[in-house]
């Protein structure tokens, strides 16, 4: 079985693009928390790089940016490639099946709005509402 589940916060904002077949994908890297801290009292984190696909890949990069706080459910994959200088490396990508947005809406962080950040609807004021008669409803 291959199945991660993380918390944390992105360390930058998300990178999208496409596969040569049109397929969309978007990256970013987020910082986890562990729960202790060292031995000089400073807490340490985890650093996992993150791949999107597809819808979920549009919705990440519309709505993520740096310092949001996400739930990823996926799995890791092992992807092997060259760098410039032409040794081989190996690194690991947590492939994700589920993102759950936890930054709440107004955070105070002035990115509502932004390019790719949430911009919340205004809500309907009260005036607006119908009143309904509940010898209407059905239950």
Known sequence: MNKIILIGNLTRDPESGSTQGGVNFTRFNIAVNRPFTNSAGERVADYFDVICWRQLAERCAKYLFKGSKVGINGSVQRRQYEDRDG??????????????????????????????????????P??????????????
């Open 126 to 139: 009260i005036s607006d509402m119908q009143p309904v008669d509940n010898d209407d409803l059905p239950f």
């Open 87 to 124: 040794i081989k490396r190996i690194s690991f990508d947590v492939v994700a099946d589920e993102v759950e947005f936890l930054t709440p809406r107004n955070n105070g962080t002035g990115r509502e709005g932004a390019q790719g950040g949430y911009m919340p609807e205004e809500p309907h």
